[in-house]
T-cell receptor
Framework: TQLLEQSPQFLSIQEGENLTVYCNSS?????LQWYRQEPGEGPVLLVT?????EVKKLKRLTFQFGDARKDSSLHITAAQPGDTGLYLC?????????FGKGTSLLVTP | DTAVSQTPKYLVTQMGNDKSIKCEQN?????MYWYKQDSKKFLKIMFS???????INETVPNRFSPKSPDKAHLNLHINSLELGDSAVYFC????????????FGPGTRLTVT
């Protein structure tokens, strides 16, 4: 199992603030996915990045895949309470998706 | 119309019992998975089937046995339940293994007392 380290583990911010979540590994992944999980539900895919250096935007969320395909970041601009949830990165290697331990984000009004 | 469904949603049982969790997907996907999410929210792959063939069998106790009667179903049977088995179990499916988007079910919260 290839480990993915996410930081920070917990993040509590106020509405309107910006934040960045990091996902790091010593392993190279063929692709990396970001999921968001809300309480009592399963994770839902936000984005898949495939190419080293790739940047993808999803409204106020910006995802970047590291040049060496070992790390990724998620930046949220002007966070809203609806962004609250558990953010999980997952690296694809072989048949498996290896998940990070997640970043729990709380955005308060 | 639910894409990936699991039953039951909650399962409370005593140590030593045997229980099953069922999963069905109506997405026409070839690959299905079982994950375990512990109390610290760590999501760990347990098993994966592709076209009814077992392709991932992580280091889990052999008390856990998956069974895929067809491509749309993947069930998980657990024998002799232990306290440490308490967790949320997620079923997921994807078009093909790993790199493709995985669709998760709502989870089954298993509590062993």
């Amino acid at each position: 199992t290839q480990l993915l380290e996410q930081s920070p583990q917990f993040l509590s911010i106020q509405e309107g603030e910006n934040l960045t979540v990091y996902c790091n590994s010593s392993s190279v992944f063929s692709s990396l996915q970001w999921y968001r999980q809300e309480p009592g539900e399963g994770p839902v895919l936000l984005v898949t990045v495939v190419t080293g250096g790739e940047v993808k935007k999803l409204k106020r969320l910006t995802f970047q895949f590291g040049d060496a395909r070992k790390d990724s970041s998620l930046h949220i601009t002007a966070a809203q309470p609806g962004d609250t949830g558990l953010y999980l990165c997952a690296g694809a290697s072989g048949y498996a998706l290896n998940f990070g331990k997640g970043t729990s984000l709380l955005v308060t009004p | 119309d639910t894409a990936v469904s699991q039953t039951p949603k909650y399962l409370v049982t005593q140590m030593g019992n045997d229980k099953s969790i069922k999963c069905e997907q109506n997405l026409g996907h070839d690959t299905m998975y079982w994950y375990k999410q512990d109390s610290k929210k760590f999501l760990k792959i347990m098993f994966s089937y592709n076209n009814k063939e077992l392709i991932i069998n992580e280091t889990v106790p052999n008390r856990f046995s998956p069974k895929s009667p067809d491509k749309a179903h993947l069930n998980l049977h657990i024998n002799s339940l232990e306290l440490g088995d308490s967790a949320v179990y997620f079923c997921a499916s994807s078009q093909a293994p790993a790199s493709y988007e995985q669709y998760f079910g709502p989870g089954t919260r298993l509590t062993v007392t």
